[in-house]
């Protein structure tokens, strides 16, 4: 990838990341550690838990219409 778009890119978002920061009153520091340290990672656990839940259901769904069938 051409390192222009990669800095023209990270530039935007830092400069996204200060004006939200300095909108809602806070530091682009204590933004930054929000979003990557507790949120997105907050996120990505629920989401994962929930994928686990749903394939459980769906294995214990699968073993319930095969007994079923069975009989």
Known sequence: ???NLINTI???CVNFLMNVAAAIGTT???LNVWIFVIIIP????IS???NLYFI???VRHECVL???TLD
Not at 42 to 45: K, L, P, R, Y
Request: no cysteine; hydrophobic share 50%.
């Open 1 to 3: 990838m051409n390192s």
């Open 10 to 12: 990270f530039d935007w």
């Open 28 to 30: 682009y520091e204590a």
């Open 42 to 45: 907050a996120a990505m656990g």
């Open 48 to 50: 994962i838990l929930m």
């Open 56 to 58: 459980w259901k769906s």
């Open 66 to 68: 095969r007994e079923t």
